[in-house]
Nanobody, 118 residues
């Protein structure tokens, strides 16, 4: 059974920080690369912004490099996204999921809203 529970979003001013958490099932966490995706207001597509594989290797989209850090806690089956120096364009609903997502109809959690004011 898939379990993806995002939390930690909120409202911050530009330049602020937030830490997102993604609680997953052990079966999902131990085998797969996990990523943080975001869906900006008015956009249909979710953008992959950061990913971490089972070995701890990380990748980031260019727009968040140097500001966001993805990490994982193996004991808690949890993936984190530390977001610093937030910008208004980071405003989105943030989701975690497998990388790659297995298909267009694959399960997504409820997401967590991040709003950055200018």
């Amino acid at each position: 059974q898939v379990r993806l529970v995002e939390s930690g979003g909120g409202f911050v001013q530009a330049g602020g920080s937030l830490r997102l958490s993604c609680a997953t099932s052990r079966s999902t966490f131990s085998i797969n690369a996990i990523g943080w995706y975001r869906q900006a207001p008015g956009k249909q597509r979710r953008e992959l912004v950061a990913a971490i594989n089972s070995g701890g290797s990380t990748t980031y989209t260019d727009s968040v490099k140097g500001r966001f850090t993805i990490s994982r806690d193996n004991a808690k089956n949890t993936v984190y996204l530390q977001m610093n120096s937030l910008k208004p364009e980071d405003t989105a609903v943030y989701y975690c999921n497998k990388v790659p997502v297995p298909g267009p109809d694959y399960y997504w959690g409820q997401g967590t809203q991040v709003t950055v004011s200018s």
